[in-house]
T-cell receptor, first 115, second 115 residues
């Protein structure tokens, strides 16, 4: 069964460093998303991406964040200068279409720890 | 205002019994979709069931059913014949309209199944 894959599964980084979280969405999917979940809290939307551009972004997704689809298969989230409060589980998701009834398939997540 | 409210932070259920997880939502959009996801301790997000705002019948998927009460804006998940593997966090989520692809999640309910 096709799945969304994320790498790495766990990343520890120093505060102020740049990190890139990588995702390979399901191959025929057109819509891509990043969500984050601070430990013990709810899942929060960061950004959606379609047709090689950002469709929507939340207030969390400030200038420190960027997304890219560099090669037609990978979908990356870059955090330019990490802060302690960026420590969270980051989920990539993809969906085949942008319709109401289209489920989003989530990757297994990348746990980012900023020290 | 919270779009999705899950008022039960944690629940215990005996193996083989049914459990109902509450979810209420808030939207002024007549078109929306409601989703339930399961998050086991390993962290991944697993899609369980979907209900559309125009669906006449309550959704069912195996042991999962959705008690959709549109007038009350509630979409409760019922898990029948609970199994030990059902112990996990459960999230209710909503997608609104045709131009907004993101999912808004509730705070989640932790279910612990007792043998």
């Amino acid at each position: 069964e096709p799945e969304v894959t994320q790498t790495p599964s766990h990343q520890v980084t120093q505060m102020g460093q740049e990190v890139i979280l990588r995702c390979v969405p399901i191959s025929n999917h057109l819509y891509f998303y990043w969500y984050r979940q601070i430990l013990g809290q709810k899942v929060e939307f960061l950004v959606s991406f379609y047709n090689n551009e950002i469709s929507e972004k939340s207030e969390i997704f400030d200038d420190q964040f960027s997304v890219e689809r560099p090669d037609g298969s990978n979908f990356t989230l870059k955090i330019r200068s990490t802060k302690l409060e960026d420590s969270a589980m980051y989920f990539c998701a993809s969906s085949e279409a942008g319709q109401l009834n289209t489920e989003a398939f989530f990757g297994q997540g990348t746990r980012l720890t900023v020290v | 205002a919270q779009k999705i409210t899950q008022t039960q932070p944690g629940m215990f259920v005996q193996e083989k019994e049914a459990v109902t997880l509450d979810c209420t939502y808030d939207t002024s959009d007549p078109s929306y979709g409601l989703f339930w996801y399961k998050q086991p301790s390993s962290g991944e997000m697993i899609f369980l069931i979907y209900q559309g705002s125009y669906d006449q019948q309550n959704a069912t998927e195996g042991r999962y059913s959705l008690n959709f009460q549109k007038a009350r804006k509630s979409a409760n998940l019922v898990i029948s014949a609970s199994q030990l593997g059902d112990s996990a966090m459960y999230f209710c989520a909503m997608r609104e309209g045709y131009d907004d692809y993101k999912l808004s999640f509730g705070a989640g309910t932790t279910v612990t199944v007792r043998a």
